[in-house]
C-alpha cells in the first residue's frame, strides 16, 4: 500500500512522535508530511522517511513553532500530497487532519486529543498569559477552533488513543472513535529493574506547559525541602526555575540514558496535570516505578491504586490539584514505599506494549477495509 502520515510536527520527540514511528513499523515506506521538521532537534528517526514539510518550515517559524499557532491552517493548505495514495493517517492533536484529500482517499485520524487549547483547557492556556494579551489569544484560539470543525468531516474512521480522548471526540466533534491505546517500546521492558541504588529523589518528567500543573510540585517542594528532579522543557520552565529553592532541579531535555539514572534514584514520579492519555507514566512503570497522579484523565486508565493491597498497585492518586492534597498522598505513599512491587507494576505496564498497539492498529485497519 501507498501511504501517508501526516503529523502535526517533528520537533520534539513525545508521545505522538512514538506513536508514527511506531505507524512506521507497519508502514516502513509510508511518506511524512509535517508543519515543521527539525532533525537538530529530533535526530535520526526519520532518515529512511520522505518527509515533505509546510512553508511554515523556516528558520524563525521553526523556533516558535508552539507560537505561531494562528498560521497553522495556512500550513497545513500548503502541504499538497505528492503521490496518490491508498491509505492516509493522520496523527492528530493539532490541524493536521485539515490536509486536502482528493480522490476519496480513505483517512484514519488517531487522535491524541481535539486542540486541548481550543477545547477542553482553553481557558487554562488563556489565564496563563498577560492579563492585557488574553483577549487576542483567545481571539486567535477561537479561529483555529472554527478551523478544526470545518475539517471534522475530512476523515473516514477515528481512532482516539483513551477513552477519556473517545469522550472528547464524542462530546466536540459528535464522532464514535475506537479506542487503541498508544505504544510503549517493547525494549524498555527487557532491561533490568534498577534495585542497585538509593532511592532519594521524586521525579518529574515531560513538557513544562501550563497545563502540566508543575507550578504545583514548586510550592510544594519549596515548602517541604524534599529532593525533586524536573526533567523536560517547555513555556514555563524559565519562571518555575526562577520560584524553585535549591532542593529543586531541572535539568532540561535529557537523553535517555541519562534519564534512566535519574529513574535508578526515584522513589515515584510525580504527575500533577490532567492528561489526554499520559505514555510517560507508563514509560516510568516499565522501570518498576510507582506514579502519583491527579484523579483524572489519562491516568484513570494507565494507573491501577489498590491502597489495600499495595503490592497489586502501580501507583496512587490525589482527589484535588492542589498542594495539600499532593502533600497528604505523598505522606501516604512514603510510609508504603516498600510495599510496592517493581515486578507487579513492570507487568501492568506491559499492558500497553507497542507490540499490542501495532496488533490492534493492524486488526482496526482491516476492519475499516471491509466496510
Known amino acids: ?22 505507524l512506521l513499523k507497519i508502514y516502513p515506506n509510508a511518506d511524512i508530511y509535517t508543519l515543521f521538521y527539525d532533525k537538530s532537534k529530533y535526530g535520526n528517526s526519520l532518515d529512511n522517511q520522505t518527509i515533505y514539510t509546510s512553508i511554515l518550515n523556516t528558520p524563525i517559524l521553526k523556533k516558535r513553532y508552539q507560537k505561531v499557532f494562528p498560521l497553522y491552517p495556512l500550513g497545513i493548505k500548503s502541504l499538497k500530497l505528492k503521490k496518490k495514495y491508498d491509505l492516509i493517517i493522520s496523527s492528530e492533536s493539532g490541524p493536521a ?16 486529543s481535539p486542540m486541548r487549547y481550543c477545547w477542553s483547557h482553553k481557558e487554562t492556556y488563556v489565564n496563563a498569559v498577560s492579563p492585557i494579551l488574553r483577549p487576542l489569544l483567545s481571539f486567535f484560539l477561537n479561529r483555529l477552533k472554527n478551523y478544526d470543525k470545518s475539517t ?31 505504544p510503549i517500546a517493547d525494549d524498555l521492558f527487557t ?17 513544562i506547559t501550563p497545563y502540566k500543573r508543575i507550578d504545583l510540585l514548586i510550592d510544594l517542594f519549596n515548602k517541604n525541602g524534599k529532593q525533586l528532579v524536573i526533567i523536560g522543557d517547555g513555556s514555563e520552565k524559565l519562571k518555575l526555575e526562577k520560584k524553585a529553592n535549591k532542593n529543586i532541579i531541572f535539568k532540561g531535555n535529557l537523553a535517555w540514558e541519562e534519564i534512566e539514572y535519574f529513574f535508578a534514584r526515584s522513589k515515584a514520579l510525580l504527575f500533577p496535570g490532567e492528561e489526554d492519555f499520559g505514555m510517560i507514566p507508563l514509560e516510568v512503570m516499565a522501570y518498576g ?51 510496592f512491587n517493581s515486578i507487579w507494576i513492570r507487568n501492568h505496564a506491559k499492558k500497553f506494549s507497542e507490540e ?7 486488526k482496526q485497519i482491516k476492519k475499516f477495509e471491509k466496510k
Not at 532491561?191 to 513538557?207: H, M, Q, R, V, Y
Open 356 to 362: 499490542i498497539f501495532i496488533s490492534n492498529i493492524k
Open 152 to 182: 471534522i468531516d475530512n476523515v473516514n474512521l477515528y481512532l482516539s488513543n483513551s477513552k477519556n480522548v473517545a469522550n472528547r471526540v464524542k462530546k466536540y466533534y459528535q464522532k464514535d472513535s475506537e479506542v487503541v491505546y498508544p
Open 289 to 339: 516505578i510507582p506514579v502519583i497522579a491527579f484523579k483524572k484523565g489519562g491516568a484513570l486508565e494507565t494507573i491501577i491504586e489498590n491502597r489495600s493491597n499495595i503490592k497489586e498497585s502501580s501507583g496512587l492518586f490525589f482527589d484535588n490539584q492542589n498542594i495539600e492534597a499532593i502533600e497528604k498522598t505523598i505522606d501516604f505513599f512514603e510510609k508504603e514505599l516498600e510495599n
Open 1 to 22: 500500500m501507498k501511504v501517508a502520515i501526516i503529523h502535526y510536527w517533528f520537533v520534539t520527540r513525545r508521545g505522538g512522535e512514538k506513536v508514527v514511528e511506531s
Open 97 to 112: 487532519k485539515g490536509i486536502h484529500i482528493g480522490n476519496n482517499t480513505p483517512h484514519i485520524c488517531y487522535i491524541h
Open 191 to 207: 532491561k533490568p529493574l534498577p534495585t542497585d541504588t538509593e532511592k532519594d529523589i521524586f521525579l518529574s518528567f515531560g513538557a
